[in-house]
């Protein structure tokens, strides 16, 4: 025992109790720190956990958004590959209908002429 402490043995009862108090103090002092640092690494457990589920979420989320996109581009693709092929036709038909066209003003030209 230190030479502070053993003195207040000197005093008696009183000093007993001051004696008691002090150990009682750093006992609850390490008490308190055990819980402290128990409940600091279950906060931290707690956090990694949470920072653990916000990836897997964003993952998941990243996968679904990623599908998503492919979806509406293969869409666009389509529908892109649809006008086109339905100008193409327009445009054929344009030219068939417009060579009719010049074929019966041909006729009607002879028709006229005759």
């Given amino acids: 025992m230190p030479d502070g402490l053993s003195g207040l043995a000197d005093y008696g009862s009183l000093g007993l109790m001051v ?13 308190l720190d055990t819980l402290t640092e128990s409940f600091q690494a279950t906060l931290k ?8 589920r916000v990836l897997v979420l964003r993952e998941r989320y ?20 649809q006008r086109d092929s339905l100008q193409a036709e327009l445009a054929t038909v344009v030219r068939d209908a417009d060579r009719k066209l010049d074929t019966v ?4 030209g002879k028709l006229a002429g005759d």
């Fill in 105 to 108: 003003i041909e006729r009607i």
């Fill in 45 to 52: 457990d707690i956090d990694d956990g949470y920072e653990r």
């Fill in 62 to 81: 990243d996968v679904v958004i990623t599908g998503i996109r492919k979806d509406c581009r293969e869409a666009e693709d389509k529908v892109t590959a």
């Fill in 19 to 31: 004696l008691f108090l002090i150990w009682q103090h750093i006992g609850m002092q390490r008490r």
